[in-house]
């Protein structure tokens, strides 16, 4: 296990901080008259969330075999990316890394905290070059290291990922929002083995539930009690907690629908083979393609006429646009409109 001290790494301010815990989410009666919070005595929804999550932590945590107080739940992994630089980074003073091109969120939220964002450019390949990584690290020794894998947008997976976690003594966060649609190894199981690292989980892709705003971070429990200390006290609501408890207990409806979104992936791939606008067509880990166009500028308009939305990737990324598998009808009309530019 590496050894590494995490209160080190934290703001000043936030490591005084205690965390705010009402008396009614730690508790033992079974049934308490609730005369604490001002709420009202009626309807269906008059009370608050449970702030501690404990239903939904517990819950993932056998669906995971990880232990409930190394789970942290987000109002989408998006907040939990906000949390994590605040508890970390310095404003105006410390950095974060991420890799180029990768997702926004990261830099979108560092640039909200006055933290410089250091890009890491991608080889060809869109892996990481290990000497730029090194070399990167040891002279701007960013406080937060951002992997993503699969990586949004390019959806491949990233290789050798422990060698990143290994070697960096910063906080190094995991994003696998994608990870149910790929066949590699999840970083979960190291979190034990680095109290550095945070491995990110969403209920937004592959669960179906991107409306819902749920996300998970999984890491050392001392890093669990700083996201449970910083972040707003009710930011999961009801009617989520519930549903996410409810789809944990559905798991063959999610095997299927994850079955049928891979199924229609390797249709759409065979279908791309007879697409005459397409050049390139990027090997993906996820429920999204990365497809480089011979005219993507025309190729992005046309499918707006066709009231088809897409993501434009390019100049950033060349001739690129990246597209999401959809039901059989969405991805033939896809089909159908590519071929008739
Ligand atoms: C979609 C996505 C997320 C999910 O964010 P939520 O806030 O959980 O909806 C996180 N990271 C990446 C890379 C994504 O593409």
Redesign the pocket.
Known sequence: MKTINIQKLVRKNISELRPHISFRDNNTFENPFLMDANESPFGEFNRYPDSTHKNLREKISAFKNISANQIAI????????DLIIKIFCEPKKDSVLVMNP??A?YGFYAAINENKVLQLNLNDDFEIVKEDFLENIKENQPKILFL?SP??PTGNSIEDIEFYIQNFDGIVVV?E??IEFSEQKSSLELINEYPNLIV?Q????AWGL?GA???IAYSSLEITNLIYTVKSPFNVNVLSQNLVLEKLDQIEDFKSNLNKILKERDWLRNQFLDVACISKVFPTDANFFLIEFKHAEKVYSTLIENEILTSKRFPQIPDCIRLNVGNRNENETLINALKSI
């Not at 987000?74 to 990316?81: A, R, V």
């Not at 969403?202 to 892709?205: E, G, L």
């Open positions: 987000g109002n989408g992994s998006d907040e939990l990316i990768s997702f969120m993503c990586n949004n994003d929002a994608y990110l969403t209920f937004s892709k991107a705003r749920v996300g």
